[in-house]
C-alpha cells in the first residue's frame, strides 16, 4: 500500500494545500477568519477550514476505499472519529497543528497527516512550512527530515532530560498529579507548544521526550511514527502501547529511545 509513488504524492498534496490555504493567511487573518471552539484556546481559522477540505479532497482521491479523520470534520460531526475502528484505510489530518500559534503570527505551527489501518500507523508527513521542514515515516521504513535519515539517538549520561508536557491547564487532577512526577531532579519539564513539532524535535534528538494528557489521533499519530521510526519509543503511564484509537491511561510518552521512555513512565506513574 505505501510505496514511494505514494509518498511523494501525498507529500505533494500537503505541500500543495499549505501553500494555497495556509501560508497565505499567516500574518494577515481578519478577526472574524478566528473562531473559538471549546474556548479560548481551543481556536479555528478559515485556513484550517479550507486547508482541510482540500486535504480530505485529494487524500481520498489518491487511495480509493480510504476514508479520512480531520480535526475539524470530527468537531462538526464526532462520529466521523469512529472511522478510526473501521477496515478502510484512514487519513488522519490536523491541518494546522499550533492554531494558536497560527493566529498569534508565531513561526510553531505545522501540517500533520498519518495513513492508519486497523489501529496500525502505517506512514506520516509532518510538515512546518516556515523553516521549510519535510518529515516523513513509513512503519518499518524508517524516518527521513528533508530526504536525510533521522536518528533520535539517546540522551547524554547524566545530562537532565529535556521534557515537554502538557500545560496544567488541559489536565485532569491526577494527570496534573502524574506531570507533577516530572518535576524531580535531572528532568527540565516545559508547557508543550505544536505537539507534531515537539514530536519533529524528540526524533531529531532536540527534545528528551514528551509528556501529553490528551489523545487526539490528528494530533499523535504522526509523530508517533515519526518517533518510532526514528529509533524511540512510546509508552502510556500504564506502561501499555498507545492505542490509535483511544481509551489510553493518560498522560503518555514518547521519547528517543526504550530506556527514556521507561524512565518516563516510573516518573509519571511515581507522581500519582
Not at 484550517?48 to 480535526?71: F, H, I, K, N, Y
Not at 481509551?247 to 524512565?263: E, I, K, Y
Request: aromatic share 6%; glycine share 10%; with cysteine.
Amino acid at each position: 500500500m505505501i510505496d514511494d509513488e505514494l509518498v511523494a504524492a501525498v507529500e505533494g498534496v500537503v505541500r500543495r494545500a499549505v501553500a494555497e490555504e495556509v501560508t497565505p493567511r499567516w500574518r494577515q487573518l481578519a478577526d472574524d477568519e478566528v473562531v473559538q471552539k471549546s474556548g479560548p484556546h481551543d481556536l479555528v481559522t478559515v485556513a484550517d477550514q479550507r486547508a482541510e477540505e482540500m486535504l480530505t479532497r485529494e487524500l481520498a482521491a489518491l487511495l480509493p476505499g480510504s476514508v479520512v479523520v480531520g480535526e475539524e470534520a470530527v468537531h462538526a460531526k464526532p462520529a466521523t472519529y469512529e472511522a478510526l475502528h473501521g477496515d478502510a484505510p484512514v487519513w488522519i489530518v490536523d491541518p494546522i497543528d499550533g492554531t494558536r500559534q497560527f493566529v498569534r503570527g508565531h513561526e510553531g505551527f505545522s501540517t500533520l497527516v498519518a495513513l492508519a489501518r486497523y489501529g496500525e500507523i502505517l506512514a506520516s508527513w509532518t510538515y512546518a512550512p516556515v523553516p521549510g521542514e519535510m518529515a516523513v515515516a513509513r512503519h518499518r521504513g524508517g524516518a527521513l527530515l528533508n530526504g536525510e535519515a533521522l536518528c533520535a539517538g539517546s540522551p547524554e549520561k547524566g545530562k537532565v532530560l529535556e521534557v515537554a508536557t502538557s500545560h496544567p491547564d488541559f489536565t485532569t487532577d491526577e494527570q496534573k498529579r502524574s506531570l507533577l512526577g516530572l518535576r524531580t531532579e535531572g528532568v527540565a519539564p516545559r508547557p508543550c507548544g505544536s505537539a507534531g513539532l515537539e514530536y519533529l524535535a524528540v526524533a531529531r534528538g532536540l527534545v528528551d521526550a514528551v509528556a501529553f494528557s490528551w489523545e487526539a489521533a490528528w494530533d499523535h499519530a504522526a509523530g508517533l511514527l515519526l518517533v518510532a521510526e526514528a529509533g524511540g519509543e512510546s509508552r502510556t503511564v500504564a506502561d501499555a502501547p498507545f492505542r490509535l484509537a483511544g481509551g489510553n491511561a493518560l498522560p503518555f510518552t514518547a521519547a528517543r529511545d526504550a530506556g527514556t521512555a521507561r524512565r518516563m513512565v516510573g516518573l509519571l506513574r511515581a507522581g500519582r
